[in-house]
């Protein structure tokens, strides 16, 4: 089985798009983003182990997977959620907003940082009608 760390994990989602099996899942909410990962669905494919960009997920040598109750099998780690600043939905942890002002150290405005992806589009495209026509 995999083991995620829950210091290195930032919730990007990356394991979550890549699993074939969707043994990992991610579901944001209000306060929380919460990555799932169901033991029981894993294929033992390691591409979540190839594809996370903060190496916080590793392969182990447990094989032993058996359970009484099903629960025991599907582990969760729990991030806090940031809210968009425009509109106020819910769009992705802070760990992951943190990491992406740390790695760009300053190139990007930090006030974009926590806007979510509708809204960051809209807000370009109205600066950018904004210089070609002059007009606010």
């Avoid at 903060?54 to 991030?79: G, P, R, W, Y």
Wanted: aromatic share 6%; glycine share 6%; charged share 25%.
């Amino acid at each position: 089985m995999i083991e995620i760390d829950p210091v290195k994990c930032v919730g990007c989602g990356a394991c979550v798009r890549i699993c074939p099996p969707k043994a990992l899942t991610i579901e944001v909410n209000e306060k929380e983003t919460i990555l799932k990962y169901f033991i029981g669905r894993c294929i033992f494919c390691w591409m979540c182990v190839q594809t996370c960009p903060q190496k916080a997920i590793k392969t182990t040598n447990k094989f032993e997977l058996s359970a009484v109750d099903v629960h025991e099998l599907q582990m969760e780690l729990v991030h806090n959620t940031v809210k968009c600043r425009v509109c106020g939905k819910p769009f992705i942890t802070s760990k992951f907003v943190k990491e992406v002002g740390r790695r760009l150290n300053g190139g990007f405005k930090d006030d974009l940082l926590y806007v979510c992806p509708t809204c960051r589009r809209k807000l370009t495209a109205k600066k950018i009608a904004t210089k070609v026509t002059g007009v606010e």
